[in-house]
């Protein structure tokens, strides 16, 4: 260890992403072989309270109460980004222009103007940067795109992805403030479409390239909601579902469709793509499996296969335990880590970067246009 | 049995359907206690040689190779129209006109414009009618029918569906002919729309009352086919894929999809209603299994639960086995069969009726006519 | 069909069983191309009311009420007893002795004693003969006897089998008289060891060759219930739940266990096989299902494949529907009938006969020695 | 984290164990608000490179190569023994009479002799103790004994546990050394039995108390193997696999299997408890689900409900991320170590001590001497 380099980061937010991100860089040098040693540097958070708790429980070694102070600290490589929505361009502006590292929560922005800001503005700086779209480091969804690359699939015609929750349902759940702002059209941009299919945007994007066109349903349920931080009911700006239909630069086909009104499913992200001689698809409430279907098997035994994706031979797996031992959603951010990390040893950019993220933003833009024109939208490039 | 009035049969047609009718209406009887006993009284195909084979493999009394002479046959009482498409509206309209009762095979017709006639004819005529959308019957759909009457569901925020195949994958399957009608726009009247969607639709506005409105989209992936009567590559005319998004009246948004395109899946038609309260999924390659999530479970032990629906208290199921051995697909004609002449007795229609279909038939066209446009079509009643 | 010869069927009992196999013979001439066609004959019962009834509802062209009668009318070539297990040796010695053919339900008999006698009497007497372990012709079972046959799995190190049920945990259940012979000792021979794990013993045979020794226990929970023919509360004498360790000739090692205080599980028949290549897992509760495991796939791809065994290619499968739409319990007794007759066509015993029976029974009453001594117990050949 | 008392950990043992309790102790102050802050003091290992690098991993302060120095360390509050089985005695009663705490790996010892002595040392040192038999906190194992605790499942008939793995198959496999020490019996004290078996059993003892008599077999398939410390080819003196049925004081019978030879098994631990109204199922390889089955359910809505333990309810999740999102195997030894601190703060032993693991090696000694003997054994306490 007294060989590494320090990679110094600075944290910005300790809500649930500023917990992930903690966890990812503390553990990251107990499993992967890095040249870089991450040190919890400092943590930014409203409150000087809130700091300290934070820093205490985490092992940051000091605190501020305003990112800019903490972005323009000498002793800070990396920042991270874990605030609500309508703070990521402002931010990653000032850390771009103060030379700093970026790591992102996803969605890059509350639209892809800002994003394009964000984009811009690092590629400028020259500085290494990604946005946080975690899933697609879960070993069963890069070995997904691993089969997609080695030609397994063949010729795709279908990509389907839901991310469907229950947790909005009743009426009496206010919306904004530090808890719930992602009921806040005007901090988080939009609803599920920023927030949940952003996440299935991002992989679709990976593991199957370009959107072309789509056409979308958008539909708020709640109308009204009391608003945390005014205490009065105000209108619901954001979307509690959204679905479209999109066709891709290959030819394939796609629905995709989330909301928080599906009753019985918590988190439930599932994608299944259809080649012509394969098929996979995964599920993020059994994350640990990938389910592969593959014609070329002898006719009476082909089959779904349920593959425990935990040997030493699956992506990121010799890092972990022994087969059959599984990790969980936490796994994915040390993993995002690891890779970063190896990016600034390598000089190389890590996916996604700032401007690949930027795609999956103009997809939900061209999505929210759809669903409030009614038409067949083409995503702007 | 003596005792028990005949209903005489005649069918038309000795494909897959001619099968499955046939099954039925020799096995009803064996199971379930009816008023009337159904008599295999003829079997009309193309050829002598074909309906006599059939005859003697069913068990049918004669037969003919002239549909419009079983039709105008005294001795019988019930017609089967279990022919391709396109010449379902003749049959049923000569049927109608000579005053037999009719079940007609799905969909009802090519279009609403066929179907309108064919409903008109048998209103007029006043005959019993009846399409064969048997899905409804499989125990564990019409029990997902039974709980959302309950009330169990509580308001509906959503609904999905697809019916997924793979068969047609292969550039080298030619179109057309008795085996291959179903890839023939002509015959057929849509492809995976009128064939797949169709059941899709139906169980849905069966479960979820009329749609409104809906966009699609469709895709030929394969654009030449050899045909089978000609002998020449001929232009595919059918969508070999379907999808649509929708909004019910009841204000739920909808997802439909279906494909011959889906490598890995065999004829999965899949469906989730999800409700303020509670959730229901079902899958027709489990076809026995209820899946039920009820959010007013004890908090810590809520979850999905797998229904095995064999017991004597779930629907049909008193007249099958014993708990925990399960029926199949065909058992669903049984049921309808048996269904269809009680309802003779009580002198009641049974669902779906000629006109209940064509709302199906009207929901096809307008996903077709958007799919063409590209614009949100309204369902027009 | 006019061409074909019959086979005069005589039933002999109108419970399940009767029903069973009252179906698979009217069915099984409507998909299976056949030598022969059955005709049911007679149907034998304890009343004259309820041969009738049985009689009418199944097509039988006449009633008898004592099974002496029927197993020597002239008219009759093949007797089926599907009575109560206490009555199996002397109808089958009778039957045999008057040279009919005989398809005698499971267990063969109450103890290997009775089924010696049977076995002697129809090789005697040269009849063709069967028991009707029928679960061996559900298109998954046979289709894993087939890939064992072909050495798929290599050498053999582990099976197990368990057939749970919760039906008889009530204390108010009674036992005895029509409904419920199978809980009274002195009609069944046995509980769950001759009326669940003759069915396990029966399959383990078949797929992994003879079993040498055994050592086993069992319980009755409920000591005491009402007698139905008596009235009075009587011991109960059979065995509630069995389990047992067992060691195959072949040198793999098995547990199996059953139950009917399992909550839960209806008829939870599961077995599974581990070779050295490959291992194979069925389970009656989604019987058209076999799970199969390939050590020999690409690393990375391992998984259990579950096979939906509804194709053309897969045992049976091409007599039915299309792929993806399943058949049930019942067809296990179709095929059955199926292939009964075939070995009449060719004059080929068929398996199970009633002397490989006899070894499932000699298995059992090894299990049920063994539970009252303590002891491993050597199976008697 | 200033305010916290230090609690200093030293870690024996540099393997698979020594890493996830490594990782338990770093991890388990982010997560859970404990009165003591584990420090990671010293660790050691058989050579000085080998401990540096796990210090250096880990982030232990110090290292030593002689257990006796780091037990005998004043600084040193708690030792970690997570060396092979056949040292466990001697160090733990050195430690124990060296007046520390011990948390030491399962299985206790080789044999109920060696873990009488380590149950007297400690309890006559008066220290903490446990011993790791970490699949009790993973979430649904913990809930399933809550479910049993408030009496949810009534009196219960049934237990079964399975616990299968499939590498040590191939007959190229050697044994002994640094990797394979539990393929050498005189390290290991046995094989599956004290490996596998001993989590099961521990488990049942746990959730259904104790068991009274067992039968069991054992088996090695292959005979000889080369010894990685000898080069020379030896034979093989554990037990390959082992099964066992047993009887529990509360009247319930249990069947246990284990092997490293069921191919497609990883890690597959599989238990289930059948009660009079409720049963419960759990696995490994989907360890965040717990199968739920309440015959009180509604008649027609019976059925096994999976739920996935991902709530703030459920226990230990609080701690963790947002419903749907799952933790690993690794967070099952993080909870271990959150209990053993409260039990520190607390002054209270915390589950399973040494002495209630010595029950669990009383019933594997047991089953070994059955196993020996081929009779009926009788736990001895």
């Known amino acids: 260890m007294a060989s590494k380099k320090n990679l110094n980061v600075g944290m910005i937010g300790c809500g649930f992403m500023g917990r992930t991100h903690s966890n990812a860089f503390?553990?990251?040098?107990?499993?992967?072989?890095?040249?870089?040693?991450?040190?919890?540097?400092?943590?930014?958070a409203r409150t000087q309270a809130k700091a300290e708790a934070f820093a205490s429980q985490w092992g940051y070694e000091s605190t501020e109460t305003d990112w800019?102070?903490?972005?323009?600290r000498k002793d800070i490589d990396l920042v991270e980004i874990c605030t609500p929505n309508d703070s990521h361009r402002e931010i990653a502006?000032?850390?771009a222009a103060a030379g700093k590292m970026i790591i992102c929560e996803k969605p890059l922005a509350r639209n892809s103007e800002e994003g394009l800001d964000m984009v811009k503005a690092v590629e400028q700086a020259g500085v290494a940067n990604l946005v946080s779209y975690n899933y697609r480091r879960v070993p069963a969804v890069t070995m997904a795109r691993q089969l997609i690359d080695e030609g397994k699939l063949g010729k795709i015609f279908h990509y389907r992805a839901v991310f469907l929750?229950?947790?909005?349902?009743?009426?009496?759940?206010?919306?904004?403030?530090?808890?719930?702002w992602r009921l806040d059209a005007s901090v988080a941009g939009s609803g599920v479409t920023g927030d949940l299919l952003a996440h299935c945007i991002d992989t679709a994007l990976w593991l199957n390239g370009s959107i072309d066109t789509v056409t979308a349903m958008t539909?708020?349920?709640?109308?009204?909601?009391?608003?945390?931080?005014?205490?009065?009911?105000?209108?619901?700006?954001?979307?509690?579902a959204c679905a479209f239909l999109a066709r891709f630069r290959n030819g394939?086909?796609?629905?995709?469709?989330?909301?928080?009104?599906?009753?019985?499913?918590?988190?439930?992200?599932?994608?299944?793509?259809?080649?012509?001689?394969?098929?996979?698809?995964?599920?993020?409430?059994?994350?640990?499996?990938?389910?592969?279907?593959d014609h070329r098997d002898e006719g009476i035994l082909r089959g779904w296969r349920s593959i425990h994706v935990t040997d030493g031979e699956h992506p990121y797996m010799d890092k972990w335990w022994v087969p059959g031992l599984q990790i969980g959603y936490e796994h994915s951010f040390v993993h995002q880590a690891a890779d970063f990390i190896e990016g600034i040893s390598k000089g190389q950019p890590v996916s996604p970067?700032?401007?690949?993220?930027?795609?999956?933003?103009?997809?939900?833009?061209?999505?929210l246009r759809s669903a409030a024109n009614g038409t067949w939208e083409k995503i702007k490039a």
């Open 68 to 72: 800019r102070k903490l972005v323009e």
């Open 353 to 367: 970067t700032f401007r690949e993220a930027l795609e999956t933003q103009q997809v939900c833009d061209a999505v």
């Open 219 to 240: 539909e708020t349920f709640v109308k009204e909601r009391k608003h945390n931080l005014t205490g009065q009911v105000e209108k619901v700006g954001i979307d509690d």
């Open 165 to 180: 929750q229950d947790w909005t349902i009743s009426k009496d759940l206010p919306q904004g403030g530090t808890a719930l």
């Open 252 to 293: 394939s086909l796609a629905t995709f469709e989330s909301t928080r009104y599906a009753r019985g499913h918590k988190a439930l992200y599932v994608f299944e793509i259809n080649g012509e001689h394969a098929s996979i698809a995964w599920d993020l409430h059994d994350l640990h499996r990938l389910q592969y279907f």
């Open 93 to 95: 502006m000032a850390a």
């Open 26 to 44: 503390r553990k990251v040098g107990n499993f992967f072989d890095l040249e870089y040693q991450p040190v919890l540097k400092a943590v930014c």
